[in-house]
């Protein structure tokens, strides 16, 4: 089991009040200005396949799948966070564990050493430049380089043109991360989990191919005057 560096002399980072409007999640910055969520943001721009989905499963059927895929997304969120906290396995690879959420995480474990020098593992981050705020899951070198690090489970592998949110959601985190310490963290990593699969799938890229269209798509949002 590996043990992981973690950096102490990091800016400490505010903690941001959470509020659901319209049925949008939304943070209150450190000036009182409310901040559309990253997700609430990039959930304006999937149009109505959300509802066509939940159509054609059935309300029930889309309320289990959606619930089992939160439950178990939060779940390996948590077993990851504590591994890369430096817990012993004892502590959160116990009998509480559900064995797919054990099997995802030694299915990652080999991924996961690749990472090193923590900065901040959950960290909420914000930007009113950006116009936005959001939670974010580490921050960290990867592969010696410093990073955005997202986790993802699926419920099948995906295609990298399918996940184009991810990389403007990790592109947002760098943003607003470089605005309120300075440090630039410029490569993004999109780390999924899929189920019945041997080994994860992992993205590796650089925000700079991302910003044009995060810009684009900002500027759509903000004139659709849902900011």
């Known amino acids: 089991m590996k043990t992981f560096r973690h950096i102490h002399n990091d800016p400490v980072l505010c903690e941001l009040t959470r509020e659901e409007y319209n049925g949008k999640r939304y943070y209150i910055s450190p000036t009182g200005k ?8 990039l959930s304006h721009f999937k149009g109505d396949s959300i509802l066509k989905w939940r159509k054609k499963v059935g309300e029930e059927e889309a309320n289990r799948i959606s619930g089992r895929a939160s439950r178990r997304g939060t779940a390996v969120h948590s077993v990851m966070e504590s591994y890369l906290a430096n817990e012993e396995r004892s502590v959160f690879l116990n ?4 064995p797919d959420v054990k099997s995802m995480f ?13 900065h901040y593992i959950e960290t909420m981050l914000y930007s009113e430049i950006v116009g936005l ?6 921050i960290a070198e990867w592969e010696g380089t410093l990073s955005i690090i997202d986790w993802k489970t699926s419920s ?12 403007l959601q990790a592109t947002c985190y760098s943003l607003m991360f470089e605005e309120m310490t300075g440090i630039q963290a410029k490569q993004i990593v999109i780390f ?3 189920d019945g699969e041997t080994k994860p799938q992992i ?3 650089n925000r700079k191919d991302y910003i044009p269209l995060l810009a684009q798509r900002l500027k759509e949002y903000r004139n659709a005057n849902t900011i």
């Open 192 to 194: 999924i989990l899929v």
């Open 203 to 205: 993205f590796v890229k």
């Open 156 to 167: 099948k592998p995906k295609k990298e043109e399918w996940i184009e949110s991810y990389f």
């Open 34 to 41: 409310r901040l559309p969520s990253v997700t609430t943001f």
């Open 133 to 138: 705020a959001g939670q974010c899951d580490l």
């Open 95 to 98: 009998d509480s564990v559900m």
């Open 106 to 118: 030694h299915i990652a474990e080999k991924e996961l050493d690749k990472i090193d020098n923590i």
